[in-house]
């Protein structure tokens, strides 16, 4: 008895130490720890690896965790290019802007929305795939590809390797359609850099708003919660001090991102570009 109490006191340790690491206050989450729990919510992006490769083993692991989510129909509307040839992943990294992490990273994966798989079965079967022309399918590709890329995020950081989402794989997805040698119907969703994490330079678990900001119960509760963004902003800001970040308030920085057009680099154009990479979105 002694010693499952103390089990339960050393779990709701290690559980209020990531809440603490993760939120900057306290948050309880009970006492049920284990180490799935801990690899979630121990998730950073890192952006700094060592030149080492990723095996390809760990690669077909992290493919079988991602064909694990859940999948809406089992329909299985994505698929993913693993990228490691260094000349296509600079080119790749071009439209993505030039980013630190994946010129650095020995491996990019590209996670796509796949209709062009059931289109195919549909048309063996004399079909016309008429549900596929819908902004639903399009979403449904798009939601299946993000479902079993954070599967894959928790197996490869289970694994010791780090990971980043590259979110600007959209500026230009009709290049990245064409780099990839993507068939019509499939669309280029984001990347995700995976390499071995460079502990010269370790990644910080990056704070997240308070649970009461996003935990409704039963009803959304409207309007923002404006003592809770006080408090994010500053939790933020010492954050940034000790990455020796440029220093800026989150409330300040959602304004930023969604206050101009050209703040969406380019990305304010998806649409047609989904239309002209086979996609009708009616």
């Not at 103390?6 to 290690?14: F, G, H, L, N």
């Amino acid at each position: 008895m002694t010693t499952s109490l103390a089990a339960k006191e050393t779990d709701a340790d290690r559980l209020a130490a990531l809440a603490a690491q993760r939120y900057r206050e306290a948050q309880h989450l009970g006492e049920e720890w284990n180490e799935t729990i801990e690899t979630l919510l121990s998730h950073r992006s890192v952006r700094s690896y060592l030149p080492k490769s990723v095996p390809h083993a760990a690669v077909e692991l992290a493919v079988a965790a991602a064909q694990s989510a859940p999948s809406s129909s089992n329909l299985q509307a994505w698929s993913v290019v693993a990228v490691e040839d260094a000349e296509r992943r600079s080119r790749l990294n071009a439209v993505a802007g030039n980013q630190r992490q994946i010129a650095q990273a020995p491996l990019l994966l590209v996670w796509l929305a796949d209709l062009a798989r059931p289109r195919a079965i549909a048309a063996e079967g004399g079909s016309a795939a008429e549900g596929l022309d819908y902004v639903e399918s399009f979403l449904l590709g798009v939601i299946d590809a993000a479902l079993a890329a954070q599967n894959a995020v928790v197996a490869l950081e289970a694994l010791g390797l780090g990971t980043c989402y590259i979110g600007a794989i959209r500026n230009d997805p009709e290049t990245v359609a064409r780099e990839l040698a993507l068939p019509e119907g499939v669309f280029p969703v984001f990347g995700l850099t995976v390499g071995f994490p460079d502990p010269a330079q370790p990644a910080a678990v990056k704070p997240r708003l308070p649970q009461s900001t996003v935990l409704h119960r039963e009803q959304y509760a409207n309007g923002a919660r404006t003592r809770d963004l006080a408090t994010y902003n500053k939790v933020m800001r010492s954050f940034q001090a000790e990455q020796a970040m440029p220093s800026i308030d989150w409330t300040d920085q959602v304004r930023n991102r969604i206050g101009t057009v050209e703040a969406l680099k380019g990305r304010h154009v998806l649409a047609a570009a989904a239309r002209r990479l086979g996609f009708k979105l009616q």
